[in-house]
């Protein structure tokens, strides 16, 4: 009797120190999905993010997101110049720490508004879309703050890579790039659309804008011309080119072939449209009259991505880009 309760005994120790064993062996090598889930997405450059991030999900501690990836894009800031022309831009100024992905457009009245993706020192509000606004031009702008889509699907993550544009009705229409929150790296992007009469509060256009069963499709730059909606978005090829009649349905055109990096924005000079795209090299531009045939790339003075820019009252043009990394 003793020596079968002290058998039993050592197979209950045995098999508690083996159980044991396997879960320090499981705890010590974490899944390594878990471990990048905002980590920044560069297919081209590190100024498009994605994250599997939803809206409302804070069990993450954005300190240990940069800890794992210091060179993200929570690792440039926004910077901000003026320019005569659109070509040669004044000494650039610092516009916000910690952001990237800067869309900016002005308002029926005149308002400014840049959206961007925000990666503020907190779990709330870190890489999601936040705007600023500005009443006098772009002299002073007020504090960031995190928009609200309502209606996107609880399995999709959160909006990120904003567009904004307006309507022909003058309300905000936001692009956006979204896809299912899965732990699956070749998962399709596609791009989304949302109305704001405030340019904080949203409300998701059902459908996708673009959605690809082949390709992945994010960071796009979206305008109007001449009652014709264009959508560019970057791919290995160059860019992308979409067209539509009301900005919801669109239609693959072509793709423009070309070396440059198509992260940036579109904006309309008149009767031409006109596509300001970052480096790697020098902030760049093309434009074209008709939508098919474009310009021959030509430099600007700036080096930095994903430029943005509006023309102001007074003729001068404002732009906003992401600058080089504070860690190179």
């Known amino acids: 009797m003793h020596f079968k309760t002290s058998y039993s005994f050592i197979v209950v120790l045995f098999i508690a120190i083996f159980i044991g064993f396997i879960g320090f062996s499981f705890y010590a090598k974490p899944d390594q999905t878990d471990s990048e889930l905002s980590s920044a997405e560069t297919l081209q450059n590190e100024n498009s993010t994605t994250t599997n991030l939803k809206q409302e999900q804070t069990d993450f501690s954005w300190e240990e997101i940069e800890a794992g990836n210091p060179s993200g894009p929570w690792s440039h800031n926004l910077m901000m110049t003026t320019s005569h022309d659109g070509i040669t831009f004044d000494t650039p100024q610092l516009f916000l720490k910690r952001a990237g992905v800067p869309s900016i457009i002005a308002d029926s009245q005149g308002r400014l508004i840049v959206a961007f993706q925000w990666f503020p020192q907190s779990n709330e509000g870190f890489d999601a879309i936040a705007v600023s606004f500005s009443d006098d031009q772009g002299k002073t702008w007020s504090d960031p703050e995190s928009i609200v889509v309502e209606g996107l699907p609880e399995d999709y993550i959160r909006p990120y890579d904003p567009t904004l544009t307006l309507t022909e009705d003058e309300q905000i229409r936001l692009y956006f790039t979204s896809n299912l929150a899965i732990k699956e790296p070749n998962v399709i992007s596609q791009i989304y659309s949302a109305l704001s009469d405030d340019g904080i509060h949203y409300t998701l256009e059902q459908e996708a804008r673009i959605a690809l069963t082949n390709e992945r499709v ?111």
């Not at 160059?238 to 579109?266: C, E, P, R, Y």
């Not at 531009?285 to 430099?299: I, R, V």
């Open 218 to 328: 994010y960071d796009c730059a979206v305008a109007r011309l001449a009652g014709l909606w264009y959508l560019t978005a970057p791919s290995k090829q160059g860019a992308l080119l979409f067209t539509s009649s009301d900005g919801l349905s669109f239609t693959q055109s072509q793709t423009i072939k070309s070396s440059q990096n198509w992260t940036g924005n579109l904006l309309v000079q008149g009767e031409v449209l006109r596509f300001y795209g970052g480096g790697p090299g020098n902030i760049w531009w093309s434009q074209t009259s008709d939508g098919e045939n474009w310009s021959k790339p030509q430099e600007t003075n700036l080096t930095g991505g994903d430029p943005t820019v509006v023309q102001l009252e007074n003729g001068d043009y404002l732009m906003i880009y992401v600058g080089d990394s504070k860690n190179k």
